[in-house]
């Protein structure tokens, strides 16, 4: 028992009750368990994080935006349903962590993927490719549906009891829910991906952004989360706010010299513009901000303040046409 306290695995962690019941299950058996979770635009580590608190476990952020970045030309398995390079993605995933075990102390890694459980990332070919991938693949251990795969390191060399482990498959969650009673786990996410390259939407708005300014900015990239999205030309992208969340967010990112757009007087949404917009520019977005507003009509102007950190300035504004502003939408 003493031998097996010193056995630590370093395991990713999505935050959902996969991953959770993973860290579980080995924690069960005396294994000290770490968490990893990586962050970047596209997906981020609140889940993660809320998970580490209720298991009680270390955990790790690592910033993974510049290796998402790289896979999104060309990644050698392709895309999903949308820009998800999810095999390429969960591989690099695993190569970092393994790269980690020595600095944190650990000898193994461990995820919460279920076999079946998803068809394109969690079947058998796509899982043993993104072992091998990794680099790692004698050291990735799947606890949740160990029974069905090819035994690992940990579990020959019986840092980890093979028969304590499960055989979970499919995509049913009879199985996970009762785990989650007998582990005592509440408030955990529902099932979701969770990571926007997935959302067709998202995408539209990844590939506007390639197209024009490109992806080299982590802020651009953040801000593709936000608002309503407008393309006023090749260099120039209004960003509207939807609901007081998405407000509050651009008037905190907007740089220095940034351009903030807000109706006068009545209740409306913030918007976002670069400095660099010309009078024209300024002008249309101010159309468009006042058509997003509460206005009471489409013909009678409305004012519009534009402030920087430069000035404050005023725009009455009539709002832009419904028509006009769909087709510069992103």
């Known amino acids: 028992m003493e031998e097996k306290k010193r056995v630590r695995a370093l395991s990713l962690l999505s935050g959902g009750l996969d991953s959770r019941l993973a860290v579980c299950v080995l924690k069960e058996q005396g294994v000290e368990v770490q968490g990893v979770v990586?962050?970047?635009?596209?997906?981020?580590?609140?889940?993660?994080?809320?998970?580490?608190?209720?298991?009680?476990?270390?955990?790790?952020?690592?910033?993974?935006?510049?290796?998402?970045?790289?896979?999104?030309?060309k990644p050698k398995h392709g895309f999903g349903s949308c820009?998800?390079?999810?095999?390429?993605?969960?591989?690099?995933?695993?190569?970092?962590?393994?790269?980690?075990?020595?600095?944190?102390?650990?000898?193994?890694?461990?995820?919460?993927?279920?076999?079946?459980?998803?068809?394109?990332?969690?079947?058998?070919q796509a899982m043993t490719c993104v072992a091998k991938e990794s680099g790692y693949e004698d050291l990735i251990l799947r606890p949740l549906s160990a029974w069905l795969l090819s035994e690992t390191l940990p579990e020959r060399e019986g840092w980890v009891d093979r028969k304590r482990l499960l055989g979970i498959q499919g995509r049913g969650r009879k199985i996970q829910f009762d785990l989650a009673e007998k582990y005592q786990l509440k408030d955990y996410p529902n099932p979701a991906g969770g990571c926007r390259l997935t959302e067709p939407n998202f995408c539209k708005r990844l590939k506007d952004l390639k197209d024009h300014e490109g992806l080299d900015g982590v802020r651009s990239l953040t801000l593709l989360r936000y608002g309503r999205h407008f393309r006023l030309a090749d260099n120039m992208k209004l960003i509207i706010g939807r609901d007081a969340?998405?407000?509050?967010?651009?008037?905190?990112?907007?740089?220095?010299?940034?351009l903030v757009l807000k109706v006068e007087k009545i209740p409306g949404p913030t918007c976002l513009l670069p400095f660099t917009a010309t009078r024209e520019q300024i002008s249309q977005a101010a159309a468009i901000c006042a058509r997003y507003s509460d206005c009471a009509s489409d013909t009678e102007p409305v004012l519009v303040r534009v402030k920087s950190s430069r000035c404050v300035s005023y725009i009455e504004s009539i709002p832009a046409d419904k028509d006009e502003v769909e087709r510069l939408r992103v």
């Open 83 to 124: 820009m998800n390079p999810c095999i390429d993605c969960h591989a690099l995933m695993l190569r970092r962590a393994g790269e980690m075990l020595e600095e944190k102390g650990c000898h193994f890694l461990c995820t919460g993927e279920v076999l079946n459980e998803r068809p394109m990332s969690q079947n058998r």
């Open 245 to 258: 969340h998405d407000n509050a967010f651009l008037e905190g990112a907007a740089e220095l010299y940034d």
């Open 38 to 73: 990586f962050e970047s635009p596209f997906f981020c580590s609140d889940a993660a994080k809320a998970a580490a608190v209720q298991l009680g476990i270390v955990l790790h952020l690592v910033d993974f935006t510049r290796d998402i970045l790289s896979l999104l030309d």
